[in-house]
């Protein structure tokens, strides 16, 4: 074991960050992977299941369940393990103090004394750190007295990990928005013409342009993507905006502008199926984000959605941003996401 210690060592000295910039290698690691470092026997019990309930715990608000995040666990057996673990982009790194394990060696290792005490008297043991030996990099330690207070302190904070990783995921999807490039003129037409403006990928098209409605859609037979925006003018204050009254108006709006081929046919909110509904501040802005799944009220296709009610204080608008999906050969998990980071490029006259 005299050479794993002396990787611990090595492993701890600060990285060389060059004068000006990080000029490291990016981290390495699929969107939306996470890779957990714990021991292998802990994988099938309590701590694992801790670990599946909250950041493998599955997104309900689609119509086909997929995992927030996908894990990968990893034990650690030899150098070339610690070294591969290193360049991951999202790591956990999972253990105790009286864990004896390789993992429990190389985790207790990286944090120092007054860490370890904060451990002991309960204060504290979740340690995040930021590009720690490679740029863009989320990594997480979580530390605890023993197997079972370590359960537990995933339990307890498991809403609250994911959501930080969540916060740290959805910038990285712009670029798979705009990998291929977008159309800075598209979304400078909309701004003159409208007051507000998104960033849009290479492939939308502008769809329906009426009184207070606009439509962009990317129409594949197999992937089919739309984002369309409404506004109300002259709106004192949001104090009206409630869920059932965002529901009512998104489906009224989808009854008139999202037809189906077949006669009669139209888009509505599947209530059949789990939603959410929260309010959040979104660039800047009181916000409603409602994500569900969508329904032809005929029921012969349907998909997933994610809705933002906001209010601009300065314009005097409501702004209502909704978009969708048909995909029913592909996993959504990522689409949505890649609608999230598009929602946050949503900028309005008033905005500096």
């Known amino acids: 074991m005299t050479s794993f210690r002396l990787l611990l060592i090595s492993l701890i000295t600060p990285l060389f960050i060059a004068c000006g910039g990080d000029y490291r290698e990016a981290a390495i690691g699929a969107v939306s992977e996470v890779m957990v470092v714990v021991d292998s026997t802990s994988v099938k019990g309590p701590i694992g299941a801790a670990i599946d309930g909250s950041i493998g715990s599955y997104i309900l608000t689609m119509p086909r369940y997929e995992p927030r995040f996908d894990i990968t666990y990893r034990d650690l057996r030899s150098r070339q393990d610690v070294e591969n673990v290193q360049k991951h982009r999202n790591l956990m790194l999972v253990s105790h103090l009286q864990d004896s394990s390789n993992v429990g ?67 990285r999807h712009d670029y798979d928005v705009y990998r291929r490039g977008d159309q800075p003129q598209l979304a400078d037409s909309l701004f003159r013409a409208f007051g507000w403006t998104l960033r849009i990928q290479h492939d939308y098209r502008l769809g329906i342009d009426t009184a207070n409605f606009v439509s962009l859609r990317r129409w594949l037979d197999d992937n089919d993507r739309w984002i369309w925006v409404h506004w109300l003018e002259d709106v004192p204050n949001i104090e009206h905006v409630k869920k059932e009254w965002i529901h009512a108006k998104r489906d009224s709006l989808l009854e008139i502008y999202f037809q189906g081929t077949r006669e009669g046919a139209y888009v509505t909110t599947d209530f059949r199926r789990d939603n959410s509904f929260r309010f959040m501040t979104l660039n800047g802005r009181p916000t409603f984000e409602a994500k569900g799944s969508w329904v032809m009220n005929d029921f012969s296709m349907g998909g997933p959605f994610v809705s933002y009610v906001m209010y601009d204080e300065a314009q005097r608008r409501l702004y209502f941003l909704d978009f969708g999906q048909f995909a029913p050969k592909y996993r959504l998990r990522r689409f949505v996401y890649q609608f999230e980071a598009i929602a946050r490029t949503f900028r309005t006259a008033s905005d500096p």
């Open 105 to 171: 060696r190389y985790v207790n290792g990286l944090v120092s004394a007054g860490i370890k005490e904060r451990v002991r008297n309960r204060q504290q043991h979740l340690f995040p750190l930021k590009d720690r030996w490679y740029r863009d990099q989320w990594i997480l330690i979580v530390l605890a007295n023993d197997a079972a207070e370590l359960a537990e302190v995933i339990r307890r904070n498991g809403e609250g990990i994911a959501g930080s990783l969540y916060e740290v995921e959805v910038p």
